[in-house]
């Protein structure tokens, strides 16, 4: 699969990767959406327009899988985002109506220690009161400002909501 540009999409499971893709894509089932967190376990490939790939990485957090699969999966990840010259970008998702977790502060400070270009995406932000959406978004800022120096975009996948400017971002490092 080395050669075309790609694109990675990392998060907790059940932050909204598929309907993330989806809403990219417009493309309502291309990736499978599910209720039920770790559905995806492996490294799933999606071809956009032949110029690029689209890979949604497993999720992490509170998936119900052991722990040997769940250390299969982070050496799987890992070994991707460490590894990979065709990766030009992580888009990193988090829910917009929780504050970041251990392991989405982890992420992030790993992506900017290993100098991998990452768009923060807050997910599911339809979800919240108009009224509380800016506070949680300044939450989120400022619980992982210690971490360096990131974008922050607001997402909803039902509204379309932050769709142009992941795009806008996607196509900026792939010209890179």
């Known amino acids: 699969m080395e050669g075309l540009p790609e694109i990675a999409f990392a998060g ?5 990767k598929s309907s993330l893709l989806n809403r990219l894509l417009n493309r ?11 559905k995806t376990r492996t490294l799933n ?14 999720g992490y957090g509170y998936a119900k899988r052991g722990q040997r699969e769940r250390r299969q999966w982070a050496e799987l990840i890992n070994g991707y985002l460490g590894t990979r010259t065709s990766l030009r970008g ?5 829910d917009a109506r929780h504050d970041p977790t251990a392991r989405d502060m982890q992420l992030a400070a790993w992506l900017i220690q290993f100098g991998r270009p990452f768009l923060l995406v807050a997910t599911k ?12 978004l300044d939450r989120t800022r400022d619980l992982l400002s210690g971490v360096g120096e990131y974008d922050l ?22 010209e890179d």
């Not at 907790?12 to 909204?16: K, L």
């Not at 975009?153 to 792939?174: E, K, M, N, T, Y």
Request: charged share 20%.
């Open 12 to 16: 907790r499971s059940n932050v909204g």
């Open 153 to 174: 975009v607001p997402f909803s996948a039902v509204s379309g909501l932050g769709r142009h400017a992941v795009w806008r971002w996607i196509q900026d490092v792939v």
């Open 45 to 58: 490939y999606y071809r956009v327009n032949g110029s690029l790939h689209f890979v949604d990485l497993p």
């Open 125 to 136: 932000v339809d979800k919240l009161p108009g009224s509380r959406r800016k506070s949680r």
């Open 90 to 94: 992580i888009v990193h998702l988090m």
């Open 28 to 38: 309502r089932h291309l990736a499978g959406t599910s209720k039920t967190p770790g």
